[in-house]
């Protein structure tokens, strides 16, 4: 999977897929500046609990990533609606 992309309040986060599905979080920015406010090298990604832990106060953008996430790896079928109604 290619870099994603994820906004929150205001701040994105570009993060990626690696190997066995783990999500690898690149960078940290605003949302109006490209910028990073934090940056990790690659050999240095965190996955997305050790974001969590790093960056607490992050937690909208966090569990935006995790739906963004699921939504890519597992996409509504087509033509259905984005919400299942249950009876």
């Known amino acids: ?50 974001a969590r832990e790093l960056l607490p106060e992050l937690t909208r953008l966090w569990d935006a990533v995790r739906h963004d996430f699921w939504a890519k790896l597992i996409p509504p079928p087509p033509g259905s609606s984005r919400s299942r109604r249950w009876a």
């Open 1 to 50: 999977m290619d870099e994603v992309r994820t906004e929150a309040d205001g701040l994105g986060v570009t993060w990626r897929v690696l190997q066995d599905h783990l999500i690898s979080i690149v960078a940290v920015h605003s949302a109006s500046d490209p910028a990073p406010i934090v940056s990790f090298g690659p050999d240095s990604y965190p996955d997305l609990v050790q």
